[in-house]
């Protein structure tokens, strides 16, 4: 299982790809991805992302499903979807623990 | 210190316009990223892992009032309220958006700042003593000549694209705190018999996954040369210097691979078809750039005072801070103020906006306007009336930044590590923090003594953890972080490469492992003046090696 990640051009955000060609601010709002014929197709749109300045920096990360939640396999991207471990009052981490 | 002239405003002023229209035309689709990326580099931003990040500079780490206030705001309208402190004495923002580093850009040149050469591969922020013009032990203040530096190396024509990026550090003292022997030229400041100023040169040193410590090339530079032969080893290097590995293309590689005895005859040769030429220092400039860096007339004054003696007796942080966060003033009455930037369980180098506010109020009451970032991330007051302590530790204490724990075990410097960094292979901060719960006890610190534990997320090792009396090396195994102990660094005027212990440890372990080896150099000691690094070298790593894993 992919999903699609990359920084926003204009500000930085880590998003990943949502439905519909989307970028999304959580990872729980990710398309999940499986079989290489939609990563591909999913490529495909991230790279037109590029293309039209919405995005910097765009590639595929490797997930798994734990509790019916989306979790990335490394820990560096665990830590980009959180935000920094030492500060949890700021970045995505924040957002997910008021919402 | 150093005001901007005419020549050095409009270049800023340029630079931050012609950024401007670089972030503008990448908007607008006129530039590629590949087209963007070594030009916002060259401005100091880069991408990091959870946004962008401005690198700003602190030129050999010295400023006023009234720019930390501007880094305050900076922090406080365009950031998240907080910067870090780095270890090449810059100020880093870990949260701006690109549509907004133009206006940052703007505000920072209005206080003589700027962000350019803190990135890409070019001649970075020369760094310095942060007791410059201060210390008791100075032959004289390296930052006119750091200055002199700055001012030949930015938007050098001919060394904006170097093979790798180019650090350069000098001291004043013969004791040294600018770590320059692991510097790509590092420069000590030294009197000849005739009582001229000179600098002993070292090339090649550097950190990162190929350690080394500088060979000297020279034992006496004279001044007037200080340009000419900067010059002439960068146009060797540019010549030389390997372009096909990033990994091997930095001076050090070419020292090592080219033999020091060849190539210090390629950079005599070079120097010597310069050295009559435009190079050459005029005394006269000089004097005109030590001007600006006169120091304050300062009184002399008692060296003991009875209030700060009286408070020393009843308030036990207060003697903490005094043992620790104080260094000798070549005026008598006075002393350097190391503020720490590690309070017990924080994050190495982090000033909140506030703090930053605080800072330079209290520069502007106590310490002459004068503020210092050491590259050991704490914030240093150069000039402070000894009869003022007590006041001025008292609003540290308000603002949490009066731990005196200068030099101590709990004093790590720590890069961000993959709390932060794209590079990171496994966090440092946490790391630091766990040591500094563990040891944070004022007694507890005060009985360890001197020992200079210095963290690295990854291999390029901008926590210099190879020339940490403890380094540590954080790195990714199986997918889970890992942490490499080495022994025996250090970054003064006896500088060495530390040594691996031995296999690592997990994120559980590797605390447990360093109060192993703590408490092993307390039981060897040969009493409490013997510290860490003089333990070390004298018995070895065996003792070490056994306590941690045993025997055989």
């Known amino acids: 299982m992919k999903v699609i990640t990359g920084n926003r051009l204009l500000d930085g955000e880590v998003v990943w790809l949502g439905e519909n060609g989307s970028w999304v601010e959580l990872l729980s709002q990710a398309r999940v991805l499986e079989g290489s014929d939609e990563l591909a197709a999913a490529l495909e749109v991230a790279r037109q992302s590029l293309a039209d300045r919405v995005m910097v920096d765009v590639y595929e990360i490797d997930v798994t499903v734990e509790d019916g939640r989306v979790v990335p396999v490394r820990l560096r991207e665990i830590i980009r979807a959180a935000g920094p471990t030492v500060l949890p009052h700021l970045g995505k981490q924040a957002r997910t623990a008021t919402a | ?552």
């Open chain 2, 1 to 552: 210190m150093y005001r901007y002239d005419e020549f050095d405003q409009e270049f800023v002023d340029q630079r931050t316009a012609q950024f401007a229209d670089q972030v503008r035309r990448r908007l607008a689709g006129e530039l590629s990223e590949d087209e963007f990326k070594p030009l916002r580099l060259m401005n100091g931003l880069y991408l990091q892992l959870h946004a962008y990040m401005l690198r700003v500079a602190i030129p050999y780490g010295t400023l006023n009032g009234r720019q930390m206030r501007k880094l305050a705001h900076i922090a406080r309208t365009y950031d998240r309220g907080y910067g870090h402190f780095t270890t090449r004495q810059n100020i880093q923002f870990n949260w701006p958006r690109l549509e907004d580093t133009p206006r940052i850009l703007q505000e920072l040149a209005e206080v003589e700042m700027h962000a350019i050469q803190t990135s890409g591969n070019c001649i970075r922020n020369v760094t310095a003593d942060h007791f410059a013009g201060a210390a008791a032990d100075e032959i004289a203040d390296p930052r006119p000549y750091a200055e002199i530096l700055r001012q030949w190396s930015s938007i050098h024509p001919e060394f904006t694209f170097l093979p790798r990026k180019f650090k350069i550090a000098i001291t004043g003292a013969p004791h040294d705190r600018a770590a320059v022997q692991v510097h790509d030229i590092g420069l000590q400041l030294a009197r000849n018999d005739a009582g001229e100023i000179g600098f002993v040169v070292f090339v090649g040193g550097g950190l990162g996954r190929t350690p080394m410590i500088g060979r000297k090339v020279r034992d006496f530079l004279p001044e007037e040369d200080l340009l000419a032969y900067s010059e002439a080893i960068l146009r060797v290097y540019n010549r030389y210097g390997r372009r096909d590995n990033k990994y091997k293309a930095r001076i050090k590689i070419l020292v090592h691979e080219t033999g020091l005895e060849e190539l210090k005859a390629d950079i005599e040769a070079e120097f010597d078809k310069i050295r009559h030429g435009v190079l050459r220092l005029p005394e006269e400039e000089v004097h005109r750039i030590e001007a600006y860096f006169a120091p304050p007339t300062l009184e002399v004054l008692a060296v003991t005072d009875a209030a700060v003696e009286a408070r020393k007796a009843s308030d036990a942080a207060f003697a903490q801070f005094v043992a620790h966060n104080l260094n000798p003033h070549r005026v008598p009455g006075h002393v350097s103020v190391t503020i720490s930037m590690k309070p017990i369980g924080g994050i190495p180098g982090d000033a909140s906006d506030a703090q930053m506010d605080v800072i330079a109020d209290l520069a502007e009451r106590y310490g002459h306007d004068e503020i210092r970032i050491s590259h050991e991330q704490n914030v240093i007051l150069p000039h402070v009336a000894i009869r003022d302590l007590p006041a001025l530790f008292d609003v540290l204490v308000e603002h949490k930044m009066a731990e005196g724990n200068a030099g101590l075990i709990t004093d790590i410097i720590a890069c961000p590590g993959m709390d932060y960094c794209a590079l990171a292979t496994a966090r440092s901060i946490p790391v630091a923090q766990e040591i500094s719960e563990r040891f944070g006890n004022a007694e507890r610190q005060a009985e360890v003594g001197e020992l200079k534990i210095k963290i690295s997320g990854c291999i390029n090792a901008c926590g210099h953890h190879h020339v940490g009396h403890i380094g540590i090396l954080g790195l990714e195994k199986k997918g889970e972080e890992f942490y490499q102990i080495t022994l025996g660094g250090s970054a003064n005027e006896e500088s060495s490469i530390g040594k691996i212990v031995g296999r690592g440890f997990s994120s559980e372990t590797v605390v447990d492992a360093i109060e192993t080896l703590v408490d092993t150099y307390l039981g060897l000691r040969t009493s409490k003046e013997e510290t860490f690094l003089d333990a070390y070298r004298r018995i070895g790593e065996e003792p070490f090696k056994e306590a941690l894993y045993g025997i055989g």
